[in-house]
């Protein structure tokens, strides 16, 4: 279950002024990923599926990571983008 703060960071992001880059989109979808739903189990996107890959890659990377500890780790990180983009 996502706390109130972390959904409020989820809106806020998605409604930012300026796009954030690849990056940081991607760390935040794992991030938001690995919150919602925990370890990524699903099956690896083919090859030349690039987006799919890496946002795949990105939820991965963070596997073993607790729901809890990814929920803090992107609303610190929202935080900073809300900062840097609006």
Do not use: H
Request: without cysteine; aromatic residues 12%.
């Amino acid at each position: 279950m996502v706390s109130a703060e972390f959904t409020e960071k989820a809106d806020a992001v998605s409604n930012l002024t300026t796009r954030p880059n690849d990056d940081e989109l991607l760390k935040l979808y794992g991030l938001y990923k690995q919150a919602t739903v925990g370890d990524n189990t699903t099956e690896q996107p083919g090859v030349f599926n690039f987006k799919a890959k890496y946002k795949w890659q990105a939820w991965k990377d963070l596997e073993g990571t607790s729901q809890e500890e990814a929920e803090q780790k992107y609303i610190e990180y929202a935080t900073e983008l809300i900062a840097k983009y609006n």
